[in-house]
């Protein structure tokens, strides 16, 4: 079905995630940044490795893609590439909830 939904939007989807199953993510917008709010229902434990890949506003480009979560101090900041307006990064382990903020210029 997803497959689908991406040939119908040209492949343009506003974001990926490549994770397991149980795992929720929402996109939300403020700003000058975009967040990917990640919620990990699994009851196996965390989720690890999993890439996003986030497409940008035309003309805008990621400056920084930091990792917040209640559960840990401080935020991480995570590596990216961005090819093509997406910026691609892989959030290392989501134990409960964490939202990956991409700062944009």
Same mark, same amino acid.
């Given at each position: %079905? =997803?497959?689908?939904?991406? *040939? ?11 994770? @397991?199953? +149980? /795992?929720? !993510?929402? /996109? !939300?917008?403020?700003? &000058? +940044?975009? %967040?990917?709010? /990640?919620? #990990?229902? *699994?009851?196996? &434990?965390?989720? *690890?490795?999993?890439?996003? #890949? =986030?497409?940008? @506003?035309? &003309? *805008? ?5 930091? /990792?917040?979560? @209640?559960?840990?101090?401080?935020? =991480? ?5 961005? @090819? ?19 700062? %944009?210029?």
């Amino acid at each position: %079905m =997803l497959e689908a939904i991406g *040939r119908a939007c040209d492949g343009r989807l506003s974001r990926s995630v490549d994770g @397991p199953p +149980r /795992l929720c !993510t929402e /996109l !939300t917008e403020q700003g &000058g +940044r975009r %967040m990917v709010h /990640l919620v #990990n229902y *699994r009851s196996d &434990g965390p989720a *690890r490795g999993v890439e996003i #890949n =986030l497409r940008l @506003p035309t &003309g *805008r480009r990621a400056k920084a893609v930091t /990792l917040a979560s @209640p559960q840990r101090q401080p935020d =991480l900041e995570l590596s990216f590439e961005q @090819p093509s307006g997406v910026v691609t990064f892989t959030v290392p382990e989501i134990a409960v909830y964490e939202i990956a903020v991409v700062t %944009m210029e």
